[in-house]
T-cell receptor, first 112, second 110 residues
Framework: ETGVTQTPRHLVMGMTNKKSLKCEQH?????MYWYKQSAKKPLELMFV???????ENNSVPSRFSPECPNSSHLFLHLHTLQPEDSALYLC???????????FGEGSRLTVL | QKEVEQNSGPLSVPEGAIASLNCTYS??????FFWYRQYSGKSPELIMF????GDKEDGRFTAQLNKASQYVSLLIRDSQPSDSATYLC??????????FGPGTRLSVLP
């Protein structure tokens, strides 16, 4: 495996479900990110982990809960989501908090 | 609030022409600027970055930065249909959050 991999690629869930998105990077980077991409809106930064510590949380609702057990893995736990949370969720990594991000292919989430 | 603005397009250019993509940013403290390309249904990929005023060339791509005007541009020479994608501009400072623009959709017509 190379680069940044995300699973699942597609997820459909009801508003009462609990699910998790997984991200793994094989680049030896020390920073990992979750971004949300909605139609016709800029990429929105949700969470940043640098050296396994959360350094940014952009006022994200508590129904999104990140977890970074080590520098190679990042999770986004989802519970009681709303239909407006339907979007493409992108994981990225970088060496240091530069703007040189390497993105995974994304997880397309649909909330019914 | 820090913002990065781009014309959403679509910007249509004929094959072989120069495509010019523009970006402005609100935070005068921004020091690093990035251009990403995103094909439909794919994730963004970095194509260029620029830190200093002036031009930076990489193959058919040239990034231009004017910090006084808070303006960044990307020129694509000899545009090809394979360049058709959405181009995202990002601005920020090392160690802090980088802000993305909404992207400009480029269509290169054969």
């Amino acid at each position: 495996e190379t680069g940044v991999t995300q699973t699942p690629r597609h997820l459909v869930m009801g508003m009462t479900n609990k699910k998790s998105l997984k991200c793994e990077q094989h680049l030896g980077h020390n920073a990992m990110y979750w971004y949300k991409q909605s139609a016709k809106k800029p990429l929105e930064l949700m969470f940043v982990y640098s050296l396994e510590e959360r350094v940014e949380n952009n006022s994200v609702p508590s129904r999104f809960s990140p977890e970074c057990p080590n520098s190679s893995h990042l999770f986004l736990h989802l519970h009681t989501l709303q239909p407006e949370d339907s979007a493409l969720y992108l994981c990225a990594s970088s060496q240091g908090m530069t703007g040189e991000l390497f993105f995974g292919e994304g997880s397309r989430l649909t909330v019914l | 609030q820090k913002e990065v603005e781009q014309n959403s397009g679509p910007l249509s250019v004929p094959e072989g022409a120069i495509a010019s993509l523009n970006c402005t940013y609100s935070d005068r403290g921004s020091q690093s600027f990035f251009w990403y390309r995103q094909y439909s249904g794919k994730s963004p990929e970095l194509i260029m970055f620029i830190y200093s005023n002036g031009d930076k060339e990489d193959g058919r791509f040239t990034a231009q930065l004017n910090k006084a005007s808070q303006y960044v541009s990307l020129l694509i020479r000899d545009s090809q249909p394979s360049d058709s994608a959405t181009y995202l501009c990002a601005a920020g400072v090392y160690g802090q959050n980088f802000v993305f623009g909404p992207g400009t959709r480029l269509s290169v017509l054969p």
